[in-house]
């Protein structure tokens, strides 16, 4: 079964900066990639999602960015930082057809100052 | 426009009884649901879930049921256990090939009374 390494786990930045999560999958090949955020008390709004290499489709308008460099690398950006950017991030991935669960990442805590 | 509805943010059960969590949804071109279990500081882990061809799903201790007439699921946890004690969210996929995207609930963290 796939495994989804995601870090850091924690990461504190001061507003304007940029930043970089990294998501990488092992276990699969060809998987759906996806960028999940979850506000204090909300539930998981999803970002990003992406079908293959270079293809993103973005869900929410925001300052945020995804890059899908290799297969099986996701890359959430963002070249300033807004207040509003904190939250959990998490990272998850499909593979195959049918009715097939998504499984996550244990998430990066993203606190701005 | 929140398609997914989990009414109850927090559920408190005596260990032992029956948790029992509910959902309902708006959007009736879901065909696939499911449950994930979330504990703090970690991502949420898959725990069951039913096509829309079915109206109930077994495993374990858990069971989905779903009323698709009255667009309305529900997670029954029994017996309940100490390490039940968790955010529980439900998610819905809609119809299609190639849809894949998930609408999440915004969660109901259960409780379970030693």
């Known amino acids: 079964s796939q495994t989804i390494h995601q870090w850091p786990a924690t990461l504190v930045q001061p507003v304007g900066s940029p930043l970089s999560l990294e998501c990488t999958v092992e276990?699969?090949?060809?998987?759906?990639l996806y960028w999940y955020r979850q506000a204090a008390g909300r539930g998981l709004q999803l970002l990003f999602y992406?079908?293959?290499?270079?293809?993103i489709s973005s869900e929410v308008p925001q300052n945020l960015s995804a890059s899908r460099p290799q297969d099986r690398q996701f890359i959430l950006s963002s070249k300033k930082l807004l207040l509003s950017d904190s939250g959990f991030y998490l990272c998850?991935?499909?593979?195959?057809?049918?009715?097939?669960?998504?499984?996550f990442g244990d998430g990066t805590r993203l606190s701005i100052l | 426009d929140q398609q997914v509805k989990q009414n109850s943010p927090s559920l408190s059960v005596q260990e032992g009884r029956i948790s029992i969590l509910n959902c309902d949804y708006t959007n009736s071109m879901f065909d696939y649901f499911l449950w994930y279990k979330k504990y703090p500081a970690e991502g949420p882990t898959f725990l069951i879930s039913i096509s829309s061809i079915k109206d109930k799903n077994e495993d374990g201790r858990f069971t989905v049921f779903l009323n698709k007439s009255a667009k309305h699921l529900s997670l029954h946890i029994v017996p309940s256990q100490p390490g039940d004690s968790a955010v529980y969210f439900c998610?819905?996929?809609?119809?299609?090939?190639?849809?894949?995207?998930?609408?999440f609930g915004t969660g109901t963290r259960l409780t379970i009374i030693p």
């Open positions: 998610a819905a996929r809609g119809a299609g090939f190639g849809n894949e995207k998930l609408t």
């Open positions: 992406s079908v293959g290499i270079g293809q």
């Open positions: 276990g699969t090949s060809n998987p759906n």
């Open positions: 998850a991935c499909s593979t195959g057809g049918g009715n097939q669960p998504q499984h």
